[in-house]
């Protein structure tokens, strides 16, 4: 399973950007979709995670109300919608797959069992 994420660039605060993670193979559909974050210095962070079937989604709250994560099977892809971004918001984001149902501990990293190379999303001030 290969994981690619695209989409982030610079932005000025208050901007937005939409990134997107294509996952290869047909099993898509079966994995619970997260997307993390990782500063310089910090350790990775959880920012949202979407159901198989793309309902119930879930966010930090520092991105909440701001960030909106969505999925579209058919196309092997999910979404994270970044909205009202501020500098703070920068960083190096990753998209995860989970191959097992959804639990209480899909915001840990070591929830995920596939990982994309991470693009960079940088705001300025």
């Known amino acids: 399973v290969q994981l690619q994420a695209s989409g982030g660039g610079l932005v000025q605060a208050g901007g937005s950007l939409r990134l997107s993670c294509v996952v290869s193979?047909?099993?898509?559909?079966?994995?619970?979709m997260g997307w993390f974050r990782q500063a310089p210095g910090k350790e990775r962070e959880f920012v949202g995670v979407i159901s198989r079937s793309g309902g119930r989604p879930n966010y930090a709250d520092s991105v909440k109300g701001r960030f909106t994560i969505s999925r579209d099977n058919a196309k092997n892809t999910v979404y994270l919608q970044m909205n009202s971004l501020k500098p703070e918001d920068t960083a190096l984001y990753y998209c995860a797959a989970r191959r097992h149902p959804w639990s209480d501990y899909v915001s840990r990293t070591s929830s995920y069992d596939y990982w994309g190379q991470g693009t960079q999303v940088t705001v300025s001030s």
């Open positions: 193979g047909r099993t898509f559909s079966s994995y619970t």
